[in-house]
């Protein structure tokens, strides 16, 4: 059985997957590996009624996790071949928290980090450059990113694209400038796919990144 759950759920909060979890842990033992895995997808919300979310840069959908699990299953089912591990998470207070990194974290999602001059927070004047950095990287067994996209002026559209080469890992910079005073938060949409296959529709799992750039 391969479990996916979002961490945005607001339907179905994100700890209730632990919990069953932790009871197939209970009923088999060290067996469970053999048996089990929950995969938890970082910004997903509940609902699998399309591909592209409401607010495309706060969430993603996660049917292209469902995707890859019901192909790992199968592999593993079928062949014998172990998909990839359950991600690393631990409950604070009733919330699930992940892991930084791809190694650490698992699963089959992406995991990317987007800074503005080194930093999560940048304060420039108005037609500074902004120098963004985005590094990703896809755990062990979940593909290879093939997709990058950029929302660089905050306005809630991916309309910049990266042509890259489908890779396990990815480090990507760009130079931007804002003339007007505000607040500005951009965003990187990354997305990986089970078999590195950039033209395919299926088992596409994406992830997001955002820095915020104060302009004053």
Not at 67 to 81: C, M, P, Y
Not at 133 to 161: C, H, M, N, Q, Y
Request: charged share 25%.
């Amino acid at each position: 059985m391969i479990v996916v759950a979002c961490l945005l759920d607001r339907e179905a909060f994100p700890w209730q997957a632990s919990w069953y979890a932790s009871k197939v842990r209970e009923h088999l033992g060290d067996r469970v590996d053999d048996r089990f895995r929950l995969w938890y997808i970082d910004h997903g919300l509940h609902g699998d009624s399309g591909t592209e979310e409401e607010h495309p840069t706060r969430s993603v959908p996660y049917i292209g996790a469902l995707h890859e699990a019901l192909i790992q299953l199968a592999a593993w089912v079928e062949l014998g071949k172990a998909p990839a591990i359950a991600t690393t998470h631990e409950i604070v207070d009733g919330q699930v928290i992940v892991p930084d990194t791809a190694a650490e974290r698992g699963g089959v999602q992406p995991v990317a980090k987007l800074t503005a001059h080194t930093r999560s927070r940048a304060e420039v004047a108005p037609g500074d450059a902004v120098l963004l950095r985005l590094t990703a990287e896809s755990p062990a067994r979940a593909g290879e990113i093939v997709s990058v996209e950029w929302d660089l002026d905050g306005d809630g559209k991916f309309d910049d694209v990266d042509i890259i080469q489908p890779a396990d890992r990815i480090d990507r910079t760009r130079t931007v400038r804002f003339a007007e005073p505000g607040t500005y938060f951009v965003t990187a949409r990354i997305t990986a796919q089970g078999q590195g296959d950039a033209a395919s529709l299926w088992a596409r799992v994406e992830n997001l990144a955002r820095v915020r750039v104060v302009v004053r």
